[in-house]
């Protein structure tokens, strides 16, 4: 059999993972010793290499996934059966910092651009839409119906779209969960992928109109405005309109111009993952985040819970001792949310993942992690939080898909890189790229993806398709829509920890 069939990732690893299926009976030749596969294994999955007594770390990418529920012996499947997490509650972390120097782009090629639109402020967009921002739950029916009629009244001449972004939220919320609400809709109406915001109001919610204008601060009136209306008399659909129409009069003048690679801010994320995970999309991914942190750009990993066993490769890699003391927190306190609740800290993967041949939290997260390539940790954000340092910056948010590509979107980045094995088509509100860990996924749902990345293992050499994921983001950036925006798929959704009133 040829070693192309199997990748083992680490040489330290107990386990190689299937590149295709594998038959019971099948010899692979590992290290050079010769085992034989015990069961039929799928693709992704893991076939493990030596024997293991019970209790035992089990090894892949280089650290313990779990340990061996039972003795196990070399060539068989290890799966969800019979691997066990080590993860439990809390715990105690010491700071070893590691060099992360990345190698700056050298040789005499032209900077990369994208074409964006510059705002007043200074910040770049790589969308120009219009938004409608309720600021409470009540009013999503206006905002969609104001939406609708004004999509057909332009047909989009000057501007990209125009989106109303509903919500559950604005009233009935206590404590965290609401100023969580209003931080998430402010960061949403000080976005530069938004041309014009009209902020739309019920004017009895417990986020009250006058003081959420007041969270934006010192912004820009002929791009945000504001509609309460339990104040107008008659229609307010009508006044919706007019207030849209003096909003498009503004972002209708605004035009791409040439912007340097430097001003990307790139949200990373990942679901629906599979065994190919951490192969191919997570770690093509992380290329292109050093690529782009090398020339002053910034990324942004988040999904907490999924850096649970991953988590001291991160904090070693903080540049200073506050960043990681900021990371442990940001580990034990997503922890100490689970156990508030009762629930063990490593209750993941999903169904999904363990058919894909993610078998612990420990196997999700070391390949999750790796969507953060090696650059040096610049900053650590709380939910709801707006980006204030370049390169590399981790991000409180929890693993759900739309949620954390949410928070994502909402501390400022442009466009979000998915990367899946599974398949997704949903998207947040900024371009939500989608990248299949294998070709098969890439082919079958060709409206969901946006890039293949399983091109890696069928022979195509890394720099060349970070070189091909490069152009294809910038060209997301410079106008091409993503799958998610020529489906129509783009909406938005915001953490909740406590009651409901």
Same mark, same amino acid.
């Given at each position: 059999?040829?070693e192309?069939?199997?990748?083992k990732?680490?040489?330290?690893?107990?386990?190689?993972?299937?590149?295709?299926? #594998?038959?019971?009976?099948?010899?692979?030749? +590992? *290290?050079?010793?010769?085992?034989?596969v015990?069961?039929?294994?799928?693709? /992704?999955?893991?076939?493990?290499? !030596?024997?293991?007594?019970?209790?035992?770390?089990? &090894?892949?990418?280089?650290?313990?996934?779990?340990?061996?529920?039972?003795?196990?012996?070399?060539?068989?499947?290890?799966?969800?059966?019979?691997?066990?997490?080590?993860?439990?509650?809390?715990?105690?972390? !010491?700071?070893?910092?590691?060099?992360?120097?990345? !190698?700056?782009?050298?040789?005499?090629?032209t900077?990369?651009?994208?074409?964006?639109?510059?705002?007043?402020?200074?910040?770049?967009? +790589?969308?120009?839409?219009?938004?409608?921002?309720?600021?409470?739950?009540?009013?999503?029916?206006?905002?969609?119906?104001l939406?609708?009629?004004?999509?057909?009244?332009?047909?989009?001449?000057?501007?990209?779209?125009?989106?109303?972004?509903?919500?559950?939220?604005?009233?009935?919320?206590?404590?965290?969960?609401?100023?969580?609400?209003?931080?998430?809709?402010?960061?949403?109406?000080? #976005?530069?992928?938004? %041309?014009?915001?009209?902020?739309?109001?019920? %004017?009895?919610?417990?986020?009250?109109?006058?003081?959420?204008?007041?969270?934006?601060?010192?912004? *820009? #009136?002929?791009?945000?405005?504001?509609? +309460?209306?339990?104040?107008?008399?008659?229609?307010?659909?009508?006044?919706?309109?007019?207030?849209?129409? @003096?909003?498009?009069?503004?972002?209708?003048?605004?035009?791409?111009?040439?912007?340097?690679?430097?001003?990307?801010?790139? %949200?990373?994320?990942?679901?629906?993952?599979?065994?190919?995970?951490?192969?191919?999309?997570?770690?093509?991914?992380?290329?292109?985040?050093?690529?782009?942190?090398?020339?002053?750009?910034?990324?942004?990993?988040?999904?907490?819970p999924?850096?649970?066993?991953?988590?001291?490769?991160?904090?070693?890699?903080?540049?200073?001792?506050?960043?990681?003391?900021?990371?442990?927190?940001?580990?034990?306190?997503?922890?100490?949310?689970?156990?508030?609740?009762?629930?063990?800290?490593? @209750?993941?993967?999903?169904p999904?993942?363990?058919? /894909?041949?993610?078998?612990?939290?420990?196997?999700?997260?070391?390949?999750?992690?790796?969507?953060?390539?090696?650059?040096?940790?610049? %900053?650590?954000?709380?939910?709801?939080?707006?980006?204030?340092?370049?390169?590399?910056?981790?991000?409180s948010?929890?693993?759900?898909?739309?949620?954390?590509?949410?928070?994502?979107?909402?501390?400022?980045?442009?466009?979000?890189?998915?990367?899946?094995?599974?398949?997704?088509?949903?998207?947040?509100? +900024?371009?939500?790229?989608?990248?299949?860990?294998?070709?098969h996924?890439?082919?079958r749902?060709?409206?969901?993806?946006?890039?293949?990345?399983?091109?890696?293992?069928?022979?195509?050499?890394?720099?060349?398709?970070?070189?091909?994921?490069?152009?294809?983001?910038?060209?997301?950036?410079?106008?091409?829509?993503?799958?998610?925006?020529?489906?129509?798929?783009?909406? &938005?959704? &915001?953490?909740?920890?406590?009651?409901?009133?």
């Amino acid at each position: 059999m040829n070693e192309a069939s199997f990748i083992k990732i680490n040489a330290k690893d107990t386990v190689v993972v299937c590149l295709r299926p #594998h038959q019971a009976g099948e010899t692979i030749e +590992v *290290d050079g010793k010769k085992i034989t596969v015990a069961q039929e294994t799928p693709a /992704g999955h893991k076939v493990l290499i !030596s024997d293991t007594r019970q209790g035992d770390d089990i &090894i892949k990418y280089g650290y313990p996934i779990g340990h061996a529920a039972m003795d196990l012996k070399a060539g068989q499947w290890v799966n969800e059966n019979n691997l066990k997490t080590n993860l439990a509650g809390t715990l105690s972390y !010491s700071y070893n910092p590691i060099d992360t120097t990345l !190698s700056k782009p050298t040789g005499n090629a032209t900077p990369l651009t994208f074409k964006g639109y510059r705002r007043a402020n200074g910040e770049v967009g +790589v969308r120009n839409e219009l938004w409608i921002v309720p600021t409470v739950g009540c009013v999503n029916g206006t905002a969609e119906r104001l939406a609708a009629m004004f999509s057909k009244e332009t047909q989009l001449v000057g501007i990209d779209a125009v989106h109303a972004w509903h919500h559950n939220y604005g009233c009935s919320q206590l404590g965290g969960d609401h100023e969580n609400t209003r931080k998430v809709l402010r960061d949403i109406c000080l #976005h530069p992928n938004a %041309g014009g915001v009209l902020v739309l109001s019920l %004017g009895c919610e417990n986020n009250q109109p006058d003081a959420f204008m007041e969270m934006l601060g010192n912004y *820009d #009136h002929d791009r945000i405005k504001l509609l +309460v209306t339990q104040k107008v008399d008659g229609d307010e659909l009508e006044e919706g309109m007019n207030l849209l129409r @003096e909003l498009y009069q503004t972002a209708r003048q605004d035009h791409r111009v040439d912007v340097p690679i430097s001003e990307l801010r790139v %949200g990373l994320k990942c679901g629906g993952s599979d065994g190919f995970s951490g192969i191919t999309a997570n770690p093509l991914v992380g290329e292109f985040s050093d690529h782009l942190v090398s020339q002053g750009g910034t990324t942004i990993l988040t999904e907490v819970p999924e850096m649970f066993g991953a988590e001291t490769i991160l904090m070693n890699r903080c540049k200073t001792p506050q960043l990681f003391e900021k990371t442990v927190s940001l580990i034990n306190d997503f922890k100490q949310y689970f156990l508030s609740h009762g629930e063990p800290v490593g @209750e993941n993967p999903s169904p999904g993942n363990k058919a /894909g041949g993610i078998s612990t939290l420990e196997d999700k997260a070391l390949g999750c992690t790796q969507k953060s390539g090696r650059a040096a940790v610049s %900053g650590v954000l709380a939910y709801g939080e707006r980006l204030s340092e370049h390169g590399l910056n981790l991000l409180s948010a929890p693993g759900n898909d739309l949620v954390a590509a949410t928070a994502l979107a909402a501390s400022g980045c442009q466009l979000v890189l998915f990367t899946t094995g599974r398949g997704t088509p949903f998207g947040t509100f +900024v371009p939500t790229m989608k990248i299949a860990t294998n070709s098969h996924l890439a082919t079958r749902k060709a409206n969901w993806i946006d890039f293949n990345a399983g091109a890696l293992i069928q022979g195509t050499p890394m720099p060349e398709l970070v070189d091909q994921l490069t152009r294809q983001i910038i060209n997301i950036a410079s106008g091409q829509p993503t799958r998610n925006e020529q489906n129509g798929y783009s909406e &938005i959704a &915001i953490f909740k920890n406590g009651v409901t009133l």
